[in-house]
């Protein structure tokens, strides 16, 4: 095993995923990326006329999100630093192009966003029926479960 990708959104089920995901790439020599997906909400305007959109500042908040994320991590012992992707689109979409050139694909069982009372999030869900390498979808802790 090469590359491991762990999509992460700052959710606790993320952050148990991403912790997996680091052990796993330790112990088999991997090399590990971490991607976050981002998306503006949708804009609207009365009779037409658009809102203005943000700017390039909401990037740059997430990418300080993703860089907190992984500062977290301990990385010793990994082959190489942890690889840092921020992409615009499609959560499941993104992680699953992605995945095309890896060779393991870590989720959460859930995260930000969605239905709370799915039991598999909708990310996760995508990527259980098309991912193009195996999966691990890691639960989160007995507390988020009970949500």
Do not use: K
């Not at 020599?29 to 037409?48: C, I, N």
């Not at 959460?108 to 709370?116: D, I, K, L, M, T």
């Amino acid at each position: 095993m090469e590359r491991i990708v762990v999509g992460v959104d700052g959710s606790d089920n993320a952050r148990a995923a991403l912790a997996w995901a680091v052990d796993e790439a330790r112990s088999r020599g991997a090399s590990l990326d971490v991607m976050l997906v981002w998306h503006l909400p949708v804009y609207g305007g009365m009779y037409g006329v658009p809102l203005p959109t943000p700017g390039p500042e909401v990037e740059e908040s997430y990418r300080a999100q993703l860089d907190s994320i992984i500062d977290e991590c301990d990385t010793e012992g990994m082959v190489a630093p942890i690889g840092r992707l921020l992409r615009e689109g499609s959560a499941a979409g993104e992680l699953l192009a992605e995945a095309q050139a890896a060779d393991l694909l870590v989720v959460g069982s859930r995260g930000h966003g969605g239905f709370v009372g799915l039991l598999l999030g909708s990310v996760s869900h995508q990527i259980a029926a098309h991912a193009p390498c195996p999966i691990v979808i890691v639960p989160g802790s007995a507390e988020s479960r009970s949500d």
